[in-house]
């Protein structure tokens, strides 16, 4: 069965900071990531995604994430943060050729002044 | 275009009554999925649609049934809640299926308390 864990509940940074959200996972065959982020009483929104190809994805907002097949991660990255980035970020996966997205448990980022 | 719909917003709901979920959608997207999202737990897939007339289970579909009769609407059925539904849904839809390089567009959910 397919698996996510994000570590950490809560991640604070200080604006103008980089961040980073990790993301590992398990899964059979090869993976299909993804970031979403959720802003309070909304749905989630799509940020980036890894299929194949260059390890390094980037997406929307200034955000990145970097595959690494040898430790299963997808962290999320972003050279300078700022606080209008405050949200809650899932990191999913689903497997190659298969229909189902597994999301983790989300983590907290609050960035501040 | 709207994207995902979903009503109602809220909803309280008492045990044992039932309600119906609505989630529609203006994107012509074959694929549909109602997800729950609890504190601490993320999403959990409850059923989901790859066409009109094709449903299948996902992760948690216990005390819940769908339809989907057009390709626009995809209702969840509760039909005898429970305090374990009090959740918030989230209802998506993509134009092909996860794996093809295709992410889910979400709807801005809709909160179920049951007391």
């Known amino acids: 069965a397919q698996s996510v864990a994000q570590p950490e509940d809560q991640v604070n940074v200080a604006e103008g900071n980089p961040l980073t959200v990790k993301c590992t996972y398990s899964?059979?065959?090869?993976?299909?990531l993804f970031w979403y982020v959720q802003y309070p009483n909304r749905g989630l929104q799509f940020l980036l995604k890894?299929?194949?190809?260059?390890?390094l994805v980037k997406g929307s907002y200034g955000f990145e994430a970097e595959f690494n097949k040898s430790q299963t991660s997808f962290h999320l990255k972003k050279p300078s943060a700022l606080v209008s980035d405050s949200a809650l970020y899932f990191c999913?996966?689903?497997?190659?050729?298969?229909?189902?997205?597994?999301f983790g448990t989300g983590t907290q980022l609050k960035v501040e002044l | 275009n709207a994207g995902v719909t979903q009503t109602p917003k809220f909803r309280i709901l008492k045990i044992g009554q039932s309600m119906t979920l609505q989630c529609t959608q203006d994107?012509?997207?074959?694929?549909m999925y109602w997800y729950r999202q609890d504190p601490g737990m993320g999403l959990k897939l409850i059923y989901y649609?790859?066409?009109?007339?094709?449903?299948d289970k996902g992760e948690v579909p216990n005390g819940y049934n769908v339809s989907r009769s057009t390709t626009e609407d995809f209702p969840l059925r509760l039909e005898l809640a429970a305090p374990s539904q009090t959740s918030v849904y989230f209802c998506?839809?993509?134009?092909?299926?996860?794996?093809?390089?295709?992410?889910?567009?979400f709807g801005n959910g809709t909160r179920l308390t049951v007391t």
């Open positions: 998506a839809s993509s134009p092909t299926q996860v794996s093809y390089n295709s992410p889910l567009h």
């Open positions: 899964v059979s065959g090869n993976p299909y």
């Open positions: 890894y299929i194949t190809g260059d390890n």
């Open positions: 999913a996966v689903a497997p190659g050729g298969g229909n189902k997205l597994t």
């Open positions: 994107m012509n997207h074959n694929y």
């Open positions: 649609s790859v066409g009109a007339g094709i449903t």
